[in-house]
């Protein structure tokens, strides 16, 4: 099975390249540094240390407080981050600089795999919530390289597609060294396909064990001012056929609250101009914030087309829409805004959120909205409502406090790969 699978990536690759070429005309950096992704590095790292591998943007971010640690506690370990996409990429760059080693990650061939583990010799694999991918396990542990799943996560439709493979999975799964799943249920649909029981723990979601810095309170405070005084709501992270929705909430909201501010944050710098050109069209005031427009009382619609600064944005903010989730991706994370104390929205399509979507839901932290007019009602009574703003806010802060300790689980799994000399360093 696992030679039908890597015959099928040979025959794909060549829509895999013309899917790149196809993106980069919108995203350019996804035409350059091609050699990376077929395990052909500018240079190599030094030897002996831990790859992580994160997807984008978000797993890079949800990851962060677990190389905040490796790096203060074993400085002289060489870390090395891959990530699938141009901004995960250049979140990398943004919060880690040069104190890691970063190239995209190679394809799931066999000749990419191992000439990218003949240049890093890692002696641990981390990945990050959802990568599994066979000829990478297989390679990983005929070399003796372990395998740990951090912040692991299995939606019930992922886990049903794997369950179709049958043998093929198990036996995928059953080579993973440990998984550090984010929840029981998670944990349970890991067992179910193949992964030893006693290799599964249950560390909670490292999401909640984020910190905001001091730095970006005072962006928060600086930013504010620059919209003035005046209801404002945050639009994170929204994917197409979202942002139609999006501004037809607003459209409401302005019946209610006539100075309120959309700040519209695509997820993907690819549709920064398109949105730009979609709220305009629809009658909307826009100013972008990479062109340092002044955000006067007219304006409408704040676009947030940079990156790196949405945690800025979200604190900003007065109430915060979670995006993904009213389009089918899945959703991204809620906790970003909860953990600053602002109000959370999303869509019914949380899938890849589900227990922290539900988490919050419980404890009245957080509302899912089915549609754009569910979505405009809700903002528009908050908006107008301070004192349940600050309640619901308050509620999100302390479900973040008190599931803080992921990461002292996920560190304490990790150790345990590391030579005693490493740990005692």
């Known amino acids: ?108 061939l066999p000749v990419a795999v191992r000439r990218f583990l003949d240049r890093v010799k890692p002696r641990l694999l981390i990945m990050v ?76 979601s490292i999401k909640f064990d984020m910190r905001i810095p001091a730095s970006v309170q005072e962006q928060i405070q600086v930013l504010r001012r620059t919209w003035g005084d005046r209801p404002v709501w945050v639009a994170a992270s929204t994917h197409e056929g979202e942002d139609e929705q999006v501004l037809a909430a607003h459209r409401m909201i302005l019946e209610e609250a006539p100075s309120a501010l959309l700040v519209l944050v695509p997820r993907h710098p690819e549709r920064f101009d398109k949105v730009a050109a979609l709220a305009q069209r629809r009658g909307f005031q826009v100013v972008r914030r990479s062109r340092e427009q002044p955000c006067g009382e007219g304006t409408q619609v704040f676009l947030g087309d940079t990156m790196g600064e949405l945690p800025v944005f979200l604190g900003g903010a007065d109430v915060a829409f979670v995006g993904g989730s009213l389009v089918r991706v899945g959703g991204h994370n809620m906790l970003e805004a909860a953990a600053q104390g ?36 809700q903002v528009a009574a908050w908006l107008q409502d301070a004192s349940e703003r600050s309640r619901i806010g308050e509620n999100g802060r302390q479900v973040v406090e008190e599931n803080r300790g992921a990461l002292q689980r996920l560190t304490a799994l990790v150790e345990a790969f590391l030579p005693g000399s490493e740990r005692e360093a």
């Not at 890597?6 to 005309?25: D, E, F």
């Not at 995203?27 to 077929?38: A, H, L, M, V």
Request: aromatic content about 10%; some cysteine.
């Open 129 to 204: 919530e959802t990568e599994i991918w066979p000829n990478l396990l297989a390679i990983c542990a005929r070399q003796g390289v372990p395998s740990l799943l951090a912040n692991g996560r299995l939606s019930a439709r992922s886990a049903r597609g794997y369950a179709r493979l049958g043998g093929f999975s198990r036996r995928v799964f059953a080579g993973i060294s440990a998984v550090a799943a984010q929840s029981r249920v998670d944990a349970q649909r890991f067992i179910e396909l193949g992964v030893p029981q006693q290799r599964v723990r249950v560390s909670g």
């Open 1 to 108: 099975m696992r030679r039908l699978y890597t015959l099928a990536l040979y025959l794909l690759l060549p829509g895999v390249v013309a899917r790149l070429l196809w993106r980069s005309i919108k995203s350019p950096g996804y035409r350059q540094r091609w050699k990376e992704r077929f395990g052909l590095l500018p240079h190599a790292p030094a030897p002996g240390g831990i790859w992580i591998h994160a997807v984008s943007v978000g797993e890079v971010q949800a990851v962060e407080p677990l190389v905040r640690y490796l790096r203060e506690r074993h400085p002289s370990l060489p870390l090395v981050i891959t990530t699938s996409t141009p901004t995960g990429s250049e979140r990398v760059r943004l919060l880690f600089g040069d104190t890691v080693f970063h190239v995209y990650c190679p394809y799931d």
């Open 342 to 377: 602002v109000p959370v929205l999303f869509g019914p399509h949380v899938f890849n959120f589900s227990g922290i979507a539900h988490l919050l839901r419980d404890r009245e932290a957080g509302v899912m909205v089915q549609d754009s007019e569910a979505l405009g009602r």
